[in-house]
């Protein structure tokens, strides 16, 4: 079992930018969620999705969009980075919405 | 406002020694509490969860915890720490079953085990 996998593990992006990061979760998961993890702090959700549609949001502006496709992976875009998007982004899947996540590796971005 | 609180930013024990590290919530209800470790380089692993039931709750790595409705608190034990345990150990917390996946997270606590 592959567990939850996130491509890149890392990227640097110039400010202004527009990046997409990606979530395969575990093998039985439909649910996925993707959180943002700046230095020193604790993750802080981003949204959720669930048969294709995002569930929920936390408190991230509309630049922070997503995707889930018909396999349950999905995609967190980005656009026009800031200098403070610069973090780990997290993709945590479960099955179903009630139940154990688990959390991939992460994606570092690094906006200069 | 909600919020989870893990007071200790850093905490030294040594090989061998108990360790407690401490989360406080505040939250209208009691939510469902998550105990998770992140190793440098690595994603959050979960230690334990509370939803009801017996306050003790057992996890994995012989780590516990034991949730306290008086005082708001979910506080993770280990009564003998290995070097393997130094890593990043984070409190959690989903407010109810609809907000499930929805986790806000303590800030952490830095765990550094000396020999």
């Known amino acids: 079992d592959a567990g939850v996998t996130q491509s890149p593990t890392h990227l640097i992006k110039t400010r202004g930018q527009q990046v997409t990061l990606r979530c395969s979760p575990k093998?039985?998961?439909?649910?996925v969620s993707w959180y943002q993890q700046a230095l020193g702090q604790g993750p802080q959700f981003i949204f959720q999705?669930?048969?294709?549609?995002?569930?929920q949001r936390g408190n991230f502006p509309d630049r922070f969009s997503g995707h889930q496709f018909p396999n349950y992976s999905s995609e967190l875009n980005v656009n026009a980075l800031l200098l403070g998007d610069s973090a780990l982004y997290l993709c945590?899947?479960?099955?179903?919405?009630?139940?154990?996540?688990?959390f991939g590796q992460g994606t570092r971005l690094t906006v200069v | 406002a909600q919020s989870v609180t893990q007071p200790d930013i850093h905490i030294t024990v040594s090989e061998g020694a108990s360790l407690e590290l401490r989360c406080n919530y505040s939250y209208g209800a009691t939510p469902y509490l998550f105990w998770y470790v992140q190793s440098p380089g690595q994603g959050l692993q979960l230690l334990l969860k509370?939803?009801?039931?017996?306050?003790l709750v057992q996890g994995i790595k012989g780590f516990e915890a034991e949730f306290k409705r008086s005082q708001s608190s979910f506080n993770l034990r280990k009564p003998s720490v290995h070097w393997s345990d130094a890593a990043e150990y984070f409190c959690a917390v989903a407010p109810s079953t609809d907000s499930w996946g929805k986790f806000q997270f303590g800030a952490g606590t830095q765990v550094v085990v000396t020999p």
């Open positions: 093998s039985g998961h439909d649910t």
């Open positions: 945590a899947s479960s099955r179903g919405m009630n139940t154990e996540a688990f």
């Open positions: 509370y939803f009801s039931g017996d306050t």
């Open positions: 999705y669930y048969e294709e549609e995002e569930r």
